[in-house]
């Protein structure tokens, strides 16, 4: 039980004056009236589809004692349920945020948060995996689950990349719960839930950006919304005593160092143009990458066992996390030389017909031509590239994928990725628009079965757009789908 004064912000307060005088006792709280109980606190919540002060009846039938919402018709609501408490706050996503730290309080070591169109979910596990080689208790939050310092995976109760307010403040409080030591914890930050206060009142010790390319352009309508949503990660949520890593080779890192000169913030920048940890040479070989780096000023040469230039950025970007997080440059590079492949992220499935089966999470136009360009480096014969687009997502880059595709591929096959509530097919016609020559193959496991049948000696084969994914979204169905189960069954037979 906890006070509901002692949850509310001070703003919410001062617009509800009559609620410090009594001493009422919050159980719970909720945002979904169907989890409401016996006086627990329910925040309505005027989402993109749906207006939770519908929901606002169910809530108090299921025990809801409190209700915090933006509606400006208090009084008139008030008058329809005696007894129960009417909030109005201003901003009821960024309220629950405060509410939800508040009522499940934390105490971690250190939490990182990573932001950036592509490589999120490497950084924050590579974080994770170096904080583990240095005896630290550490997870990493994000699309590929929870995952503990073992290399445990539990999933979270959505498919949301960042999770919302109450989810994520549950595991940090499950954390400083159960353990003896602090845990510390690297979580990725997307646009979405920045832009929607899940995020909100986090105690972060660092901020960290990976790059900044075309997405997510279905929910921001303009690149410059989209960059906006990244910046308030640094610009609002950045706390005094916050650190910040950039991409020193992204043009955006520039906006970032600004922002950390007016709040006189620490920022360690990381890639080719960097001062601080600079990428000298990157040398793709058959198992492996070997790196060379200035690590504030000292050479340092590492073997790095992940595909990919873009891993090399991702390792370095989570180097700097735990270099900022008290984990020492010696201690950094040995890890860097263990890390294990992350989950559907340029993983090397298997091979067939001597040829190497790589799944990929790729699913912006970046992400594709980095990761057909890493597996360039290391000179197939030739690059066959399976992928499809996401239904009800930016139509906009549909066209720029395919263009990609073949350009730097030497066959592309298009087939569905996950369609949701469009037509498969009239996204693989915006795909192929920029892809001519293109195969295309509409069911996604007769797509790649086919292209297994394509290979031979020294090729390449690439799947992009689901990597780690285990099913497939079609129409409001979910059907168990999985890339690397297909590749697998496939060349067993």
């Not at 400006?72 to 629950?96: C, D, P, S």
């Not at 709040?263 to 070997?290: E, F, P, R, S, W």
């Not at 690590?295 to 991702?314: A, D, M, R, T």
């Not at 994928?401 to 996950?418: C, L, P, Q, R, Y």
């Amino acid at each position: 039980m906890k006070l509901l004064s002692d949850l509310l912000s001070n703003e919410t307060l001062s617009h509800n004056d009559d609620l410090t005088s009594e001493k009422l006792l919050v159980s719970d709280i909720c945002d979904d009236s169907r989890k409401a109980s016996d006086s627990c606190l329910f925040v309505a919540i005027n989402g993109n589809k749906i207006d939770g002060k519908k929901y606002i009846d169910d809530a108090i039938s299921n025990g809801a004692k409190y209700i915090v919402f933006e509606s400006e018709e208090k009084q008139k609501i008030e008058n329809q349920h005696n007894g129960i408490f009417f909030i109005q706050t201003k901003n009821a996503r960024k309220e629950l945020a405060h509410i939800a730290s508040r009522f499940f309080e934390s105490d971690l070591d250190d939490i990182v948060a990573v932001t950036g169109t592509n490589g999120k979910s490497s950084t924050v596990d590579i974080t994770r995996q170096i904080w583990k080689y240095a005896d630290k208790n550490a997870i990493s939050v994000g699309t590929l689950g929870i995952i503990y310092g073992d290399g445990c995976v539990q999933k979270l109760s959505g498919t949301l990349t960042c999770p919302p307010s109450i989810e994520l403040h549950k595991i940090f409080h499950s954390l400083s719960d159960s353990a003896s030591e602090k845990f510390s914890a690297a979580i990725e930050a997307s646009s979405h839930g920045i832009n929607q206060h899940r995020l909100d009142y986090i105690p972060f010790s660092v901020c960290a950006f990976t790059n900044f390319t075309q997405d997510h352009l279905d929910y921001h309508k303009t690149m410059e919304q989209y960059w906006q949503a990244k910046e308030r990660l640094f610009l609002e949520l950045a706390r005094n005593n916050t650190k910040f890593v950039v991409n020193a080779d992204d043009q955006k890192s520039e906006n970032i160092k600004s922002i950390a000169k007016k709040k006189n913030i620490l920022c360690v920048d990381y890639g080719y143009n960097a001062k601080d940890i600079k990428i000298i040479d990157i040398k793709a070989k058959q198992t492996h990458q070997l790196v060379t780096v200035s690590f504030f000023g000292k050479e340092i040469s590492f073997h790095l066992p992940l595909f990919g230039k873009f891993q090399v950025y991702n390792s370095l970007c989570a180097a700097a996390n735990c270099y900022l997080t008290e984990v020492k440059i010696e201690t950094i590079i040995e890890a860097l030389e263990k890390v294990h492949p992350i989950n559907g992220r340029l993983e090397l499935v298997t091979q067939f017909n001597g040829a190497n089966i790589y799944v990929d999470y790729a699913h912006t136009p970046d992400a594709l031509k980095n990761s057909i360009l890493s597996l360039r480096e290391h000179k197939p014969k030739r690059i066959i590239t399976v992928f499809g687009c996401g239904g009800e997502r930016d139509h906009q880059k549909r066209k720029i994928m395919g263009e990609i595709a073949e350009k730097f591929s030497d066959i592309v096959i298009v087939t569905d990725d996950n369609p949701r509530g469009e037509s498969p097919k009239e996204i693989r016609r915006m795909i192929i628009e920029g892809c001519k020559n293109a195969l295309e193959v509409g069911n996604r496991k007769n797509a790649i079965e086919y292209a297994i049948d394509m290979l031979q000696d020294g090729d390449a084969l690439l799947i992009a757009g689901k990597g780690h994914e285990n099913y497939q979204q079609i129409g409001k169905d979910f059907i168990h789908f999985s890339d690397k189960e297909v590749v697998l069954n496939k060349v067993s037979k």
